[in-house]
Nanobody
Framework: QVQLVESGGGLVQAGGSLRLSCVAS????????MAWYRQAPGKERELVAV??????????DYADSVKGRFTISRDNAKNTVYLQMNSLKPEDTAVYYC?????????WGQGTQVTVSS
């Protein structure tokens, strides 16, 4: 079973940036897609960004709420998925997780807390 470890969260002012990392314990080169999720207090976990590798090309898609501000990327050689978050807003405050969507999902990691102050 692949283990996922998220990091890079923290406290940031509105308008600031953070870069999250998700390191997998095994190769993710053949795992598509990979995704970032978030869960705010009292809310359900939601899909934020998805990335699919096809050969040397990566394809990304985003929730409308983060489109234009967040960028997902992956480094298969490092078994790592990244989430660059710019122009952060207080409503981005949540615990962020990575995983692969659907029935092939791994056990959830501990996530990384992102708190955006106004």
């Amino acid at each position: 079973q692949v283990q996922l470890v998220e990091s890079g969260g923290g406290l940031v002012q509105a308008g600031g940036s953070l870069r999250l990392s998700c390191v997998a314990s095994a190769s993710i080169g053949g795992i598509n897609p990979m995704a970032w999720y978030r869960q705010a207090p009292g809310k359900e976990r939601e899909l934020v960004a998805v990335i699919t590798s096809r050969g040397s090309t990566n394809y990304a898609d985003y929730a409308d709420s983060v489109k234009g501000r967040f960028t997902i990327s992956r480094d298969n050689a490092k078994n790592t998925v990244y989430l660059q978050m710019n122009s952060l807003k207080p409503e981005d405050t949540a615990v962020y997780y990575c995983n692969t969507p659907g029935r092939g999902a791994f056990s959830w990691g501990q996530g990384t807390q992102v708190t955006v102050s106004s």
